[in-house]
């Protein structure tokens, strides 16, 4: 909302009918869905009571017989049942048979007491048994309400990240504030998404990216890939491939990759070659660069863990379902498919798309010239490549050589950052988007994580798993993760979009009997490819798109056609290399 007073003396808080509609929408949520949704049958949600059972516990059914001190043979019973061989002979004389008598009367009295003590303990058992069950249900009902009224928060948190009544930022801690306010979870469980350590992972490569700023090392790469590949359009887009394919690694900001170092770059260069959308020269080169450029930075972002700030949230949401992805394994996974994408896309739209200028001879002498300017490599960027190649060594081997996992080995190469001088810690507190990502992040994996916790999504995922049986599991994961995909029409960030749907598609797919880490992995590389289809759906977008070389209707086409490239080279080409890593 734009300020009305030029002294800064007006209304400076969230926007009035964005926040009403986002208020309006939790509050309802949260007080009608208690009263119309019933708890469901305990087969379908079992909430958290059957993470308190032991695995070694077993409780007594109805009519299944006890064991009883009275089964045993007592020392007694062993001497009256032994054979008399010299009494046989000859017949009982009165004091025997009186003896005889008494221990008779002995033992069914100690029967008639061992049966009684045997019947109390069956009935104080069953009674603690049906105490014990009554409280379990207490808790699952409890669990349901709790479940419902966390996912009104979460719903209205969700809403609020694509309304922006707030910063997403802002919006974040007021929802995690609400769980705490509204008793939903205790304050601990609150704050415990901003201790998952992937996210810390994502942190510090923010940090890393700000080296590659800093010491324009990031630049220097570009025209790098500019001289060296740029004497035609087509090896222009495969030069920005190569850049953002390198930096994708320790930049985890899709928008500072793409409108922060490749944009600008790009704009020039099209300017350089008369291209301009306010004359009517955007066909020329400039609307491919665009096209070709934030597609490129679309498949980067999905093969690579730390190439886009949400995609631990969804390694964090995998992780809650037992399913464990690490840096190295989503990397492996991705590269065949990632860079099957990297090639063809640049080529698609030089043919979909043609530019009209396709040899570009001054782009080399425009990257000459500027790494020219630039000079030679300082001390700061030699520091930055040995850092960088170290920690991408780490995040490769250094789990199963070292035991290192990849959290630890970017906190190590911060530190040598900071040590060597190429960060300060001012540079560290003044990277904000790393602590917004922090907090916003942080947020929606504790309340994703929650729900799953609950029993809300296993709830979920047994519903709509139900309502598919009877197709085999190629066919269900298909259709999940093809709506997966074309649900993002309706959000305007990845974020907001993968934490509203990715924990109920995975849970969803597993019932099915999709292979977990193959549902997993497919879902996390989709979270980043479906962005292509809309002008609003990534943070990149609307920069490039605010460019002016796209028409907003060819845009849409042209990002429709995209999107089922990447689909079939993914599903394709990606299905036949799990196949050869045995994901499926």
Request: with cysteine; aromatic share 12%; glycine share 10%.
């Amino acid at each position: 909302m734009s300020n009305p007073d030029p002294k800064g003396r007006g209304w400076q808080g969230a926007k009035p009918m964005q926040l009403l509609v986002t208020l309006a929408v939790g509050c309802l949520l949260y007080f009608i869905l208690p009263r119309v949704a019933p708890v469901p049958d305990a087969k379908l949600f079992a909430g958290t009571a059957a993470a308190k059972a032991k695995p070694g516990d077993k409780a007594a059914k109805p009519g299944e017989k006890v064991a009883k001190p009275a089964d045993k043979p007592k020392p007694a019973e062993a001497k009256a049942a032994e054979p008399k061989a010299a009494a046989s002979a000859k017949k009982p004389s009165a004091k025997e048979l009186e003896v005889q008598r008494i221990e008779a009367e002995a033992k069914v009295k100690f029967e008639a007491a061992a049966k009684a003590k045997a019947d109390a303990e069956a009935k104080v058992k069953a009674e603690a048994d049906a105490k014990a069950k009554a409280e379990a249900e207490k808790v699952r009902q409890a669990d349901w309400i709790r479940g419902l009224h966390l996912f009104a928060i979460f719903v209205a948190t969700i809403l609020g990240i694509i309304l922006r009544p707030l910063p997403m930022g802002a919006v974040a801690m007021i929802g995690v504030g609400l769980t705490a306010i509204t008793g939903t979870l205790p304050i601990g469980d609150s704050l415990s998404g901003f201790a998952e350590k992937t996210l810390w992972l994502i942190i510090v490569a923010f940090m890393f990216a700000r080296g590659f700023i800093k010491t324009g090392l990031g630049t220097r790469i570009a025209y790098f890939f500019m001289r060296l590949l740029g004497k035609r359009t087509l090896g222009l887009a495969y030069g920005f491939a190569a850049t953002e394919f390198v930096l994708a690694p320790v930049v985890p900001s899709n928008t500072a990759r793409t409108a922060g170092i490749i944009m600008p770059i790009m704009r020039s260069l099209a300017r350089a070659y008369g291209s301009n959308p306010e004359d009517g020269t955007a066909r020329k080169i400039g609307a491919y660069l665009t096209m070709t450029c934030f597609n490129l930075d679309l498949i980067v972002s999905a093969m690579f863990l730390t190439a886009m700030a949400a995609n631990p949230m969804t390694q964090k949401f995998a992780a809650d379902f037992g399913i464990t992805i690490t840096w190295n394994s989503w990397f492996v996974a991705a590269i065949v498919p990632g860079l099957v994408g990297l090639l063809v896309i640049p080529y698609f739209f030089y043919k979909l798309y043609k530019p009209e200028i396709t040899e570009t001879p001054e782009a080399v002498e425009m990257a000459t010239a500027k790494l020219k300017e630039m000079g030679r490599p300082s001390m700061s960027e030699w520091l930055m490549v040995a850092v960088f190649s170290f920690v991408l060594v780490l995040w490769v081997i250094g789990e199963k050589a070292f035991g290192i996992d990849g959290t630890t080995a970017a906190l190590l190469g911060l530190a040598l950052l900071l040590l060597t001088g190429v960060l300060t810690w001012k540079d560290v507190l003044e990277e904000h988007n790393a602590w917004d990502v922090l907090i916003w992040t942080g947020g929606l994996i504790m309340m994703a994580g929650f729900l799953n916790k609950l029993g809300m999504i296993p709830w979920f995922s047994k519903v709509v798993g139900a309502s598919m049986a009877g197709h085999g599991w190629h066919f269900g994961f298909l259709v999940l993760a093809v709506t997966y995909f074309y649900a993002h029409y309706f959000f305007a960030s990845m974020t907001a979009h993968a934490g509203a749907m990715y924990a109920a598609f995975l849970g969803v797919s597993i019932t099915l009997g999709a292979p977990p880490m193959l549902a997993a992995l497919v879902l996390c590389f989709f979270s980043n490819l479906h962005a292509s289809m809309t002008h609003y759906g990534t943070g990149p977008a609307p920069a490039m798109f605010g460019l002016g070389y796209v028409p907003i209707g060819t845009w849409w086409r042209l990002g429709f056609m995209v999107s089922v490239v990447n689909i079939l080279i993914w599903v394709v080409v990606g299905g036949a290399w799990w196949k050869v890593l045995h994901l499926w």
